[in-house]
């Protein structure tokens, strides 16, 4: 049998083995840990490169702007001169309007847009009025009626001659009334027949 000298050798060595063993587990864990960290700041220092590289390629472009911003800014600088130095050679080149004493250019000028404004005022209603009583006269419609649509000219005529024989017979009893022809009802429909 085992002394108890042997019993805390073994207990000992059975403690330093297990104490080398958690602390190898630990050694391995922080080795992990160090490589996944370096990996991680390695991406970021990629991703930071990246990020810099745009930022750098956006501020290029706003330079670029910036650029042609001033181009036309000075390009409207030249043309509003150019408008000036036109208008100028413009006044130079027309006479000078020169106005008589009494004003009576003004008030002829006055004048003359008055009248041309009745006239042109009386033109378009006349023109109006005109179209009314060629539209209202029967045989109008007869002959300005196309040939591919008699049935919808003489469906005029007939609901017109209708309306005048009602209205000269007075007032009616309500019942049952035909109106022209039949027009379907709007219910998507053509011709009665679903699309």
Known sequence: ??????AAVVAAAAAFVIGVGVAIYVMLKAARLMTESSATLASL???????IDRASTAID???EQIAMTETITASMDDMTASMAELRGRITAFTPAAAASADGSRGALTWGAALVYGIAR???LRWA???RFIRRR???AQEAT???SRPVRAAGRQAAGQR????RAAGPQVAGPQVAGPHRPALNGRRGGVSP
């Open 45 to 51: 220092r990629e991703r930071e490169n990246v990020l």
């Open 1 to 6: 049998m085992l002394t108890a000298v042997w």
């Open 61 to 63: 472009q706003v330079g």
């Open 121 to 123: 005022a009386l033109g």
């Open 137 to 139: 006269q029967p045989g």
């Open 163 to 166: 309306i005048a024989g009602q």
């Open 128 to 130: 109006a009025q005109y």
């Open 145 to 147: 009626a196309s040939p």
